[in-house]
């Protein structure tokens, strides 16, 4: 439990997003992940971010247990009732999986199956209470189970957010943190000062806090987010070094290994490096860092 260990002693973890495929052809993702295997401390496997159907985070997660890398599997209360979301939670914890993170998910209509039907059975509180509750020997129900899983339990918090007040997202990761929530992964991050407002309220001693660096793939992603995305913040400034790149997509590489390095001489626990599909740049990422 690498990630564990480095996030009680303080020491810098380095997480990486990986997609699992949309299929079963997954050489592709393994090829990634041996790529980087021993720079990454654990490879974050999202359960069918933005509602589009994929291999589940749980299949991905356990095919890369195979390869000998720690994984975080994503639970997530749009698609499955609590039944399943505890059989996944009880299958991850027996295939060896020790680090789960917590999620609402997307609504459906942002996806590729618009007709398909949100479950919600529970919220977000109650399935990180349902896995302390796993952790304690007892499912929802209240039954004994035969063994107790062991995780490290993560969640999202909406940090750096515009428009959000820095006190009612303390307030919601607070309560994240009483339902058993030790870690939590925030929006993707561009300028550091965007968190302070948030981070001035938080005790970091207690509450590990890993920001997410996204790698940028275009000068028009760049400013689709600046103008679309709400809960990120882009700089002109960083638009404009991207403008005037000769080479746009090795800046924005520079642009990534850059945060990784300010983030962690400002403290942080660790970071999560996202690259939504360009796997194969995370090399070149942990080069510059």
Not at 131 to 140: A, I, N
Not at 159 to 180: D, I, T, V
């Amino acid at each position: 439990m690498q990630l564990k260990r480095k996030f009680e002693t303080g020491e810098f973890a380095v997480l990486a997003e990986i997609e699992p495929p949309k299929g079963v052809d997954t050489s592709r993702m393994l090829a990634s992940v041996k790529r980087v295997k021993g720079n990454v401390d654990a490879f974050v496997v999202p359960e069918m971010s933005n509602a589009v159907m994929r291999m589940s985070s749980l299949g991905g997660a356990m095919i890369l247990q195979g390869l000998g890398v720690e994984t975080v599997v994503q639970v997530c209360c749009r698609d499955r009732n609590r039944l399943a979301l505890q059989a996944d939670l009880l299958a991850a914890s027996g295939c060896g999986i020790c680090n789960v993170m917590a999620v609402t998910g997307e609504d459906p209509s942002y996806g590729d199956h618009h007709q398909a039907r949100p479950v919600y059975d529970i919220d977000i509180f109650e399935l990180l209470q349902a896995v302390q509750s796993l952790q304690s020997g007892r499912d929802m129900a209240g039954i004994e189970i035969g063994g107790a899983p062991e995780f490290m339990v993560g969640s999202t918090v909406n940090a750096g957010a515009r428009g959000k007040s820095p006190e009612l997202e303390l307030e919601e990761m607070n309560k994240k943190m009483a339902a058993g929530a030790k870690f939590f992964i925030t929006p993707p991050v561009f300028d550091k000062t965007a968190l302070d407002p948030f981070l001035k309220r938080v005790d970091r001693s207690r509450a590990i806090i890993v920001p997410t660096v996204l790698l940028l793939k275009s000068l028009g992603m760049a400013r689709y987010i600046q103008r679309n995305m709400e809960h990120v913040y882009i700089p002109d400034e960083l638009i404009d070094r991207i403008r005037k790149a000769p080479d746009k997509v090795r800046e924005c590489i520079h642009i990534a290994a850059q945060l990784i390095t300010t983030l962690k001489q400002e403290g942080f626990h660790g970071v999560l490096i996202a690259t939504l599909g360009w796997e194969d740049r995370l090399p070149e990422i942990l080069e510059l860092t």
